[in-house]
């Protein structure tokens, strides 16, 4: 099949090439109705600009794209941060980008102003991916299992996560359980959901017997929903697994308010063991997913598929870590 030119893109969506070329390297001087007529065509053409010659051309552009669409949290924060590290040790910028549309991120990878990205957002599924995949640019997915020749994707072992969480929450005599989702479509939180119940079922707990209530990963959600879970008069299970370690905070806060003891009345426990963990009361027990480890390996990735080595999957594995939030059952108060 035939490789689309600029003039094809032109054509296609009804301009001139000049047109065509300010929608694509210089977005900023092209109204906005002709940019996305032009990126929509482009789009459909597959046309791909040569990465490599521009960067031969340009002599690379010494940035690399972070792509999000938040920065709450501590993730995000340690994520840039330790991919500014890399890039400033080779000579980069990073550049932070926070979309609200994959047509945004099309745009940057198209403008030739930076060498390579990170990409980390849900509504970057595995067609967007396939798609951006058929380009030479080199990319590096989180929370999405796609690679090729020049795109690797780093994931949390996030399925064993789960089964780490039920088997220690089972171990300790729980026999009814709550979990606090993350997000749906999310490969964190379905892995991690997945995974705990498929291993409760493997002790006979039934599926349908877990009650579960949204987290979207934040602190207020999962406060809120606990504490409306309360205020109904549903049952306290013995034990919650969060999807997340905020979340986990936020349901001790709704716990406490409602004059629940934590792990006397209910065991707890989330993941990732972000810094806050150590320091609440009771301290947290959770599972260390080593997310201050992606930022660096992520924007080191980048660099490997700028040198021209070929994508591949990186898989980060757990440790449970024991704290005081979980205490076996009919122990002592």
């Known amino acids: 099949m035939k490789k689309a030119t600029i003039r094809d893109v032109a054509r ?25 007529a032009v990126l929509e065509a482009a789009r459909r053409l597959s046309y791909v600009p040569n990465a490599n010659g521009k960067r031969l051309r340009a002599k690379q552009s010494k940035a690399m794209g972070l792509f999000v669409n938040s920065m709450a949290g501590e993730f995000y924060g340690v994520l840039a941060d330790t991919m500014n590290q890399v890039c400033r040790a080779h000579g980069y910028e990073l550049d932070i980008c926070i979309v609200s549309d994959i047509q945004s991120i099309w745009a940057r990878l198209q403008d030739h102003s930076m060498d390579g990205a990170v990409i980390y957002w849900d509504a970057v599924d595995q067609k967007s991916a396939a798609d951006m995949m058929t380009t030479d640019f080199p990319l590096v997915f989180l929370s999405l299992n796609e690679h090729g020749p020049h795109a690797s994707s780093i994931l949390f072992e996030s399925r064993k996560h789960g089964e780490m969480a039920a088997e220690y929450l089972y171990g300790l005599g729980k026999r009814t359980f709550m979990h606090i989702f993350g997000l749906p479509g999310n490969y964190d939180s379905e892995m991690r959901c997945e995974g705990f119940l498929e291993a409760l079922a493997a002790h006979g707990v039934d599926r349908n017997s877990v009650c579960m209530l949204e987290g979207r990963f934040e602190r207020s959600t999962a406060y809120r929903e606990m504490r409306k879970y309360l205020l109904e008069g549903n049952p306290l299970p013995d034990a919650i697994f969060a999807s997340n370690d905020l979340s986990t905070i936020g349901c001790i806060a709704a716990l406490s308010e ?76």
């Open 258 to 333: 409602m004059g629940y003891r934590v792990p006397e009345d209910v065991s707890i426990m989330g993941c990732d063991d972000i810094s806050l963990c150590e320091y609440i009361t009771p301290g947290l027990t959770t599972i260390r997913t080593h997310f201050q480890e992606i930022g660096t390996l992520a924007a080191q990735e980048v660099f490997r598929l700028i040198q021209g080595e070929p994508g591949r999957l990186i898989c980060q594995d757990g440790v449970l870590v024991v704290r005081r939030s979980c205490a076996p059952s009919g122990s002592p108060s």
């Open 12 to 36: 296609e969506a009804g301009v001139s090439m000049a047109t065509a070329s300010n929608a694509l390297n210089n977005p900023e001087i092209v109204k906005p109705h002709t940019r996305e």
